[in-house]
């Protein structure tokens, strides 16, 4: 079956939400995700690159191509398994921190 530009629904993509001209609550949430998440690739990615051998550089490919957060605490497990045991305990802290602050809800505020 073959789809015609009537038949696809109408969405718009990801990247214009940006540009619909929100809150400035709504920008600073955004922007403060997005720093969080930033901040947890790269600790996962610091994380990663002490791992050696093929599957540090798996891990590396896996942490670079993850796009949520959710995908980088699936990855947890293997990482910390990975890990040399002495730097495993501190690694671990560490990215429970960063995923916390990653995966926390933003504060709600009443409507106006």
Do not use: N
């Not at 990801?14 to 930033?38: I, K, N, Q």
């Not at 690739?41 to 051998?53: D, I, N, Q, S």
């Not at 995908?71 to 916390?100: F, T, V």
Request: overall charge positive; some cysteine; glycine content about 8%.
């Amino acid at each position: 079956m073959e789809l015609t530009l009537r038949e696809i629904p109408d969405f718009l993509p990801p990247w214009s939400y940006a540009c619909l001209g929100g809150e400035r609550r709504d920008l600073a949430r955004r922007t403060a995700a997005r720093r969080a998440f930033v901040q947890l690739k790269l600790g996962f990615t610091r994380a990663a690159a002490l791992v050696g051998g093929p599957a540090g550089i798996a891990l590396q490919r896996q942490v670079c191509h993850a796009s949520e957060p959710m995908e980088l605490w699936i990855l947890q497990g293997r990482l910390l398994a990975a890990l040399p045991e002495d730097s495993a305990r501190q690694q671990a802290g560490e990215l429970s921190a960063l995923l916390a602050k990653a995966l926390a809800r933003p504060a709600q505020t009443a409507p106006r």
